[in-house]
Structures are given as C-alpha cells and as structure tokens.
C-alpha cells in the first residue's frame, strides 16, 4: 500500500513557470511514489476573493496546464474542492472541537485581517479547520510544505489530535514532507514570481511572448552598458538560466563577469531556453483545450473517487460521535 499525499492548491487560472518549477515538478515526482490526491481548493479563495467572476475559469485553465504539464489522472485523484460537499461537513464537525484561540493566534490570519480589514470574514478564522478536514476527509498521511506552512500542518495535527482523543481513533496526524520549493524570482528582480506583481512568465506563453516578456526583465543593476563587467549572482536573468539553460550556466557566468556577453543576448539566450522547454507542453495543452469535455470529465471522475473515500470517512466520524442515523431510533 503506497502513502497517501494530499495537496490543495488555490485557483490562480493560467500558471507560470514559477508554479512549474515550484508545485508542479514536485507533483509530478510524487505521483509514482504516493497515492497522491490532488485538490483545487475553490472554496477557500472565496476567503480573499472579491468576485468570483473568474473562478470557473482559473479552476479550468490551472487544471488544463496541470494534466499538460505531466499530472496523470490514471495515477492521481485529481478533483475540485466543492465537487465533494463532505469536506464541508468534516469542517463544520472539526470546528467543534478546535478552540477559538488556537485559530486566533495563526499569524496567517492576522496578517490577512490587515490586508482585507473590510472582509474579515468567518472563512478566514476556520481557514486552518477546512484545511484540516481537506487533509483527513482523506485521510491523507503525508503533505507537502514549505518550511513557511509547517506551523499550519502542526494545528491540523492538533485538531485531529484533539478529535480522536475525545471521540476515538479516526484520523492519521498528517505529516509534513519539507519540500524545499525554489525561489523563482520574477522578471522585476525584486518579488518573486507571482500574479500579483505582474513579474511573471506564463507557461503557455507563446515564444514571442516569452521573448517580449524577459526582454523587459531587470538585470545586474549596476551593469549599465555593454562593455560594463557584470555580476551574475545579482542578475535575476541568471538565476533563471540555472533552471532553464543548466548546461551552459558556467559560460553565461564567465562570459558575463568578462563582458564577453551582453544582456540583450543573454535574454535572448533565456527566452529561447524557456520558449524550447515548453515546447511539448504547449502542444499538449492545445489539444487537451480543443476537448473541454475530457478536462470536466477526468474532474467528474476525480470527485467520484473522491467522495467514496468522503462518504465512509464521514459515516465513521458520525458513528464515533454518536450522532443519531436519519430514519433510526
Ligand atoms: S549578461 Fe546575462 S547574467 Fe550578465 S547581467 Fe546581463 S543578463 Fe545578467
């Protein structure tokens, strides 16, 4: 029997290589070691979205460039968040038992009541509790994390804690797997890669578009024209060549310290790295997009699998707290 993995990730529409070379590689890797479930949590972006306008569309335009990129539904679980109501349920049972202060203290939260002081909602405070049931609505014995996110995966583990202590054995405590996910650094040089800050390469790019993209990208601040000496280790064109141009990282390292290569080139260089590495990925997605029915359906068929996995969790958790079974006495 493999470990199950469980990984929920938010609804961002379209990614950019910065999730590749973060989230996605590490996905990819994981689904022939572990029984791995895959979850587009579109419920919890309702906790910061404003309009949900365009959440259909980020749902299937991540899930699109997700099986492109190599997530293989015959491995995998992959589904949507609210495709199996039950992690509503286990939510609103797990909040039972989690007391209000251990939610109060998450620094995540207090750093979003600062960023959306006029939508403090409910949702944010029990963000902690529908992660949690997310993870043991599944059962899910492993999950991967960030060094950043270890103090979330701790209250989950708490919380199931505290469960099986007062109603009995249900859940495994989930445990980390510290993956270290690169900083990729956006095209401004300063953030790193994100939506947010526009700084950001799509995968689905076309060549053009990557081309257009990183010729906008900040440098080596202090190389100022051709003949300048450069610094590589300052230049955020250099710390993508690393993951896109291995083979040659030495020589761009050399030639610019030396002058030996100018930034118009040596962008070129880049986009043409990152234009050639998506090159199967972009054919793929192209043909996966001209049949929006197979993308609905292989997440029909995820949530199917998922909610029979949903369904005798629950009934487990009900037996174990005695709730009264509709139609007994
Ligand atoms: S030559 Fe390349 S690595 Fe050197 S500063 Fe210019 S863009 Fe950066």
């Known amino acids: 029997m493999l470990k199950r993995v469980f990984s929920g990730f938010r609804p961002t529409g379209k990614q950019h290589i910065g999730n590749y070379l973060g989230a996605i590689q590490n996905c990819i890797s994981l689904q022939d070691e572990y029984d791995c479930i895959y979850c587009v949590v579109d419920i919890h972006a309702l906790t910061t979205l404003e309009s ?24 995998n679980i992959l589904f949507v968040q609210s495709h199996v109501p039950q992690v509503m349920e286990l939510h609103t049972l797990f909040s039972m038992v989690t007391p209000l202060s251990w939610l109060l203290r998450v620094p995540t939260f207090k750093e979003k009541v600062k960023a959306q ?3 403090v909602n409910y949702g944010l405070v029990g963000y902690p509790v529908l992660m949690t049931a997310d993870i043991a609505l599944y059962k899910g014995e492993i999950v991967p994390v960030g060094e950043d996110q270890l103090p979330h995966l701790e209250l989950a583990r708490e919380i199931v804690r505290r469960f ?17 996910f690169p900083l990729i650094p956006g095209l401004d040089g300063v953030q790193k890669m994100s939506k947010s800050y526009n700084n950001y390469i799509e995968m689905a790019a076309p060549p053009e578009e990557i081309m257009e993209r990183v010729m906008t990208a900040f440098t080596d601040p202090a190389r100022q024209y051709r003949s300048d000496q450069g610094h590589p280790d300052m230049c955020n064109i ?7 141009t291995p083979t040659r990282v030495e020589e761009i390292d050399s030639e610019c310290r030396h002058a030996g290569i100018g930034c ?36 029909a068929e995820g949530a199917s699998r998922a909610e029979a996995i949903a369904k005798e969790t629950i009934k487990e958790v009900k037996d174990k707290m005695r709730l009264l079974k509709r139609g007994k006495v």
């Open 238 to 244: 250099f710390r993508l060549h690393k993951f896109f």
């Open 164 to 180: 099986n202590s007062i109603y009995g054995f249900v859940f495994p405590e989930p445990q980390a797997k510290l993956t270290s």
């Open 117 to 119: 002081p006029h939508n």
């Open 264 to 299: 118009v080139d040596c962008k070129k260089m880049l986009a043409q790295s990152i234009s050639l590495t998506f090159e199967p990925f972009r054919e793929k997605r192209a043909i996966l997009a001209s049949k929006p029915n197979y993308i609905t359906g292989i997440l």
């Open 52 to 75: 949900t306008e365009r959440l259909q569309g980020d749902v299937y335009e991540m899930v699109l460039d997700w099986l492109a990129a190599g997530i293989d539904p015959q491995k």
